[in-house]
């Protein structure tokens, strides 16, 4: 490539083009909350909300023009608690859903 012309060769490996960002969303980050005892929360309502969540996002970068791909990736083991905080570690598995847009 000659210095000062652009670069048009395509992406390799699947890398979309331009201005890439990446988001996922937790399950455990919705409906969840610390007790005196332990801890609430509502898988059902939290898995629903997440992947809520998700599409709502696709669907307001999609309105931007926003080229998006949505997937999940099952059986993620996420942790609340534990050091550094006032609360024991506690393991969730659960599905992620994440995007990729450009």
């Given at each position: 490539m000659?210095?000062?012309?652009?670069?048009?060769?395509?992406p390799?490996?699947g890398?979309?083009?331009?201005a890439?960002?990446?988001?996922?969303?937790?399950?455990v980050?919705?409906?969840?909350?610390?007790t005196?005892?332990?801890y609430e929360w509502?898988?059902?309502?939290?898995?629903?909300?997440?992947l809520?969540?998700?599409?709502?996002?696709?669907?307001?970068l999609?309105?931007?023009g926003r080229?998006?791909?949505?997937?999940?990736?099952?059986?993620?083991t996420?942790?609340?608690?534990?050091?550094?905080?006032?609360?024991?570690?506690?393991?969730?598995?659960?599905?992620v859903?994440?995007?990729?847009?450009?």
């Open positions: 000659v210095a000062g012309q652009e670069d048009r060769r395509e390799r490996c890398v979309l083009k331009g890439t960002m990446q988001q996922f969303f937790f399950p980050d919705f409906e969840f909350k610390w005196p005892d332990w509502d898988r059902g309502k939290a898995v629903k909300a997440a809520a969540a998700r599409d709502a996002r696709a669907k307001a999609r309105a931007e080229r998006v791909r949505c997937y999940t990736l099952p059986d993620q996420t942790t609340r608690g534990g050091i550094n905080t006032p609360h024991p570690e506690v393991d969730f598995v659960v599905p859903y994440g995007l990729d847009a450009n």
